[in-house]
């Protein structure tokens, strides 16, 4: 590790020591003016510093610089006594400014001749949201979409591609923020799943995260944030635990499945920082997000609770601008007879296209989830109105008999929505759009008693830009290819021309 005198704090940025660490910076949502920063370690062999540092920078100059002490620092996780971290909040940050956070630990040992020394743990990377979309065809505010993330097998590969990207000096293409859709974590993988042990069920999800998040690392700690949880970050098909998969057999056992609930939902609130089921935020009046948590409170009957369903509704009929709406499942789907998505909660999939079809403004749908990449559109409603879905996922595929999950890229339903589940729906289904040529997914052969026994969609993630131009807004679609590279070492792109659409 790099030790760094006290001198050279105050006048130097010290460079990045390691971008896959023991340690995580990670700017998670960024506003104009504010950013939150998680500070910490998932790993249990290192102790709280009694003193630590984060110091930010524009272009290479100190512009704050917050002490973090003993006693700030808190437990992600309930019943495990290990592992820590820290949430604080940047204030009174320029609007669409690039900023470097850097985090240091005093070091302690007088024996070693480092009294009064700092050690440089992790340093991260974002820019604040800007008061408007660009108006040049060169530069775009733009997000990175990606999903399914599983370790085994990625070697980095991942994050090394994302830290590629985010050094794009193409705007439209470099990412501002990530939204990243769900199953950044797999959670319920393996025989160890099966310990009728309490703390053991506990410690293994607690070093699940350790070992993703270690695995991540270059690409967390570059751009803010915004995670949504889906099955994995709990367990497959979660709330329910009534499929047939071996590895989930100890949640029939009360204890063993509060435990494992218990410790999932300290991983989705304190270490994703999803806790609200609705967020919003506006680029000036040009754009407006949505990022909904449609699994955290999903029961019988509904995939988000009453209050967090109203919220997402009020969105849509109140949008002003086009809209994005982030999900962690597909929208532009078929009734699955293996486990749930959004179509099998039929009452309130209807309501919401109901309401969808109300909207003034095109919305565009990101989503993860399903192990394929796809790009469709359809009209909805009778305003005129077109929606826009985009689909990223895997950013790394599940291996060994678990890649059975793998898919190619799948252009169902023909009709949106799908003549067959038979919704009341107050507008007539529409042929559905799919970009397949030339935005289609690449895909590998499996091969038995190897890595990827079926088919796979390549491992991607997408950026999305988007620009507002002679007065309307247009969005500019990329998939990178993140175990192939080009001549520069960079993903590769997949489309050889982007995806672009112009937005009402």
């Known amino acids: 590790m790099e030790i760094v005198n006290r001198s050279s704090i105050e006048n130097e940025i010290p460079d990045v020591l390691s971008d896959t660490s023991v340690w995580s910076l990670v700017p998670h949502k960024v506003s104009e003016t504010t950013a939150e920063i998680w500070a910490g370690t998932l790993f249990p062999y290192l102790r709280k510093p009694a003193l630590s540092r984060i110091i930010v920078y524009i272009n290479n100059t100190e512009v704050s610089r917050i002490d973090i002490t003993l006693d700030q620092w808190q437990r992600p996780f309930r019943r495990v006594s290990k592992r820590f971290y820290t949430l604080l909040t940047l204030n009174n940050l320029q609007p669409n400014q690039e900023y470097k956070a850097v985090l240091f630990q005093q070091l302690e040992d007088d024996a070693l001749n480092y009294a009064g020394d700092w050690l440089l743990l992790k340093t991260a990377y974002f820019s604040t949201l800007p008061l408007a979309l660009p108006t040049s065809e060169n530069d775009a505010f733009t997000v ?12 980095g590969q991942t994050a090394q591609a994302f830290k590629m990207l985010y050094a794009n000096d193409k705007n439209v293409f470099k990412p501002d923020i990530k939204f990243m859709v769900g199953d950044q974590v797999y959670l319920d993988i393996g025989a160890d799943s099966l310990s009728p042990l309490t703390n053991e069920v506990r410690l293994r999800i607690a070093d699940d995260y350790a070992k993703h998040w270690q695995a991540l690392g270059s690409m967390l700690s570059r751009g803010g944030a915004w995670m949504l949880p889906d099955d994995h970050e709990y367990w497959n098909d979660y ?17 063993i499945r509060a435990a494992w609930k218990g410790a999932s939902e300290d991983g989705v609130k304190h270490i994703q920082q999803t806790k609200a089921l609705v967020d919003t935020f506006t680029i000036g009046n040009d754009l407006s997000f949505c990022i909904a948590d ?61 309401a969808l079809a109300t909207a003034s403004h095109d919305i565009v749908v990101l989503s993860g989830d399903v192990h394929f990449g796809r790009i469709c559109s359809v009209d909805i409603g009778t305003q005129g109105v077109k929606l826009i879905e985009v689909v990223a996922s895997p950013t790394s595929n599940l291996t060994g008999v678990n890649s059975v999950a793998s898919s190619e890229p799948s252009y169902c339903p023909e009709k949106f929505p799908d003549p067959k589940a038979k919704l009341d729906i107050n507008w007539p289904e529409r042929d559905v759009e799919y970009y397949d040529k030339p935005y289609k997914l690449s895909t590998t052969k499996g091969r038995w008693f190897s890595s990827y026994w079926r ?43 982007p995806f672009t659409i112009s937005l009402n």
């Open 144 to 155: 990175s979409l990606s999903s399914c993330f599983y370790e085994h097998k990625d070697y």
């Open 239 to 255: 709330p329910f635990y009534d499929g047939i998969v071996p590895t989930l057999y100890m949640l029939k056992i009360p204890k």
């Open 294 to 354: 449609l699994r955290s409170s999903r029961s019988k009957t509904q995939f988000i609770n009453k209050a967090g369903f109203a919220e997402l509704i009020k969105w849509i009929t109140t949008l002003t601008t086009p809209g994005v709406l982030v999900i962690p499942q597909v929208l532009v789907t078929q009734e699955n007879k293996l486990e749930r998505n959004l179509l099998s909660f039929k009452k309130q999939y209807t309501a919401l296209l109901n």
């Open 455 to 497: 088919e796979r969609t390549n491992e991607h993630m997408m950026t999305i830009g988007f620009n507002k131009i002679d007065g309307i807004v247009k969005m500019t679609v990329q998939a990178w290819l993140i175990r192939k590279t080009d001549a520069n070492e960079n993903p590769r792109a997949q489309f050889k021309d």
